[in-house]
């Protein structure tokens, strides 16, 4: 495996989120894209993986049909879901994978809409193309099923439909959200998980 | 002592739950199981030891019987709990207990409810055998008492009765959870305290 | 740039911030200001910038109208406010700007009214000046907007109104707070950020 | 200054304290007492110090009046508590002080009864001397004020009323606890903040 920045951070930031309790019990998946002329490389976590300890060299390498390149692991039944996600947002490089605690409520709070509607905090800033609170950031939610293909494409529906969307929640199972870069994915993370827990704690409080 | 991954895995885990708080005021107690042939051996921590700063030569070493083979500390009283536990799975290699606050508030909670049912959520899939969101984790929930050969033969009936349980709950007191090794126990552990934590907040949200 | 114990001691508060979750997503700001004759220098961390790794030589160096001294990054929208600051309070070497769930959560539930008001804590003889929990501590609030020329004015107006309090709350976005060298404005920020999270608290518990 | 394991142990656990934003603003303080024949000395933090870096070479030296030993501080104010917890409990070797969240709003939620009252949790055995769940732990809970001698009075008092007492809560303002040893100070004072944890969020749970 070629030395490559982008993977050094992907494995920092599952370990960070790990330590954080955001992918508990071997949970969540992380991966990003490389793209060179017109090969696309996947590197992404392998199925039930402790993400407190990931390194590089524990990422599986696919094509963009999800094709093994190389085989030390076996990959995860949602790596199809960071497949859709790529072809939806094709300017992605980083897809971030994550069960909080907040997300959970709050998605489970709000099924069965369609989406999760945020506004009127200065955070919101923090995701990429946002520059007033005054925005409306609309995420969209899905039904969770262990039928990945038609979670496959209600995700590919819900990202056309969500255009700018910066994240999709599954209900009562996680959040998606993804970057130009580990960087971006983080921040959209970080400001997405704040919003979350901002939500959750008010409507908790009533006020 | 014999240098023993296991061993080592259950003590870094021990200090992990210290620093979340989970092991206060020296409570909690964690064992593992070696089978060799006929013979059991059991490493379990002493009584009244900071878990902080747990490391392989505070372990005891007990026979399946709870007969200390090394004599090197008091056994904890509640190692007869982890020899039931032992006899009732006998596929078990590690058992985790700890005291977390949502734990015992849940376990207050539902009690004198025989058991916590958990239900629709994704992390359940970090729990042996579980392969959907769908499954329903129906934890038995015991009365706490001092007196460990009535909760003893509570823990063998309730293993019995819940079959195919991946922990027990003390109300107002803590959590038994184990696993084939000491990162399956530590998986079950997350995902139980996880969900604890969800139903917890989703309780007081009243949502 | 000339090594300066308080340029340190503000990149360690602004990571110690970072890992607390007090500036996701690349939010917040922090600088010291440096008196020597007639010339005012103030360091200032640049716009966009994870403040989990800030670095001594990440910080803009400006001069008290704004100008920068050395250009080495693009100086935050809202560096205006530090400089607002730093006139309206002229004893200030240091300001920590954050956004916390809890300061979040408080300003939201205490907009529009022009302050929050804070009493009877012993906490509060954390911030300068005050040696009685019986002080009544008024930080005033005021409404969030992306117009910083209208924001400056009303936190200039805001200063000098509440003449003797220890910070600011923008709603929904966030807390400036300062002291006369950094070890005092982190004290009053450990201070502040303490109150809000025992006041949401409290007002979850409707006790 | 006499290497003493205890004073280390103090320093050590006033720093981890402040980790988990027990000692927040330079609050709190911590004491050992060591006793050779007729003489008494206590070791204690001084005034307005960071509690996040507290090293051995920080405490004052007193005697049992109070008067410094050495002179390299200012005693807080609070140090005449400390002296009246040592004469009314003379097997206490540490006394630890701590302001947290949950302890602030217990106090604030019970006040003005004289006491509060913790029962039927496992963690109690955590306290000295207690050895089941059913053991009633009574608190005395004073009133807060900046005249510590009256203060002084109303502890001597209480601690003689509540003589099995583990810990003295002073309203919205925190706890004092103690114990034989550094060690045994600290087990009294985790059993403890889990126990105002656990009520205060069963408060809120309206449950």
Chains 1, 2, 3, 4 share one sequence.
Not at 112 to 137: Q, W
Not at 177 to 187: I, P
Request: with cysteine.
């Amino acid at each position: 495996m070629v030395p490559d920045p982008e993977i050094d951070a992907l494995c920092a930031t599952a370990r960070w989120c790990y330590a954080r309790g955001w992918v508990p019990a071997t949970s969540g998946n992380f991966s990003v894209r490389t793209v060179e002329g017109a090969s696309d490389r996947i590197f992404i976590t392998p199925s039930g993986l402790d993400k407190g300890i990931v390194k590089p060299t524990d990422l599986l390498e696919i094509d963009r049909e999800g094709q093994p390149v190389t085989s030390n692991g076996k990959p995860s039944a949602e790596t199809s879901l960071h497949l859709v996600l790529y072809r939806a947002r094709p300017e992605a490089r980083a897809i971030l994978h994550v069960h909080t605690v907040w997300n959970t409520l709050l998605s489970a709070h709000y099924a069965p809409a369609p989406h999760v509607s945020i506004t009127d905090y200065e955070i919101l800033k923090g995701l990429s193309g946002v520059s007033t609170h005054t925005h409306v950031e609309r995420i969209p939610l899905l039904e969770n099923t262990q039928d990945y293909l038609v979670l496959g494409r209600q995700m590919t529906d819900a990202l056309a439909h969500y255009f700018d969307a910066h994240g999709v929640l599954l209900s009562r199972h996680g959040l998606y959200t993804w970057g130009q870069s580990v960087a971006e994915a983080r921040r959209h993370l970080e400001a997405l998980e704040f919003l979350f827990e901002v939500e959750g704690r008010r409507l908790t409080a009533g006020c």
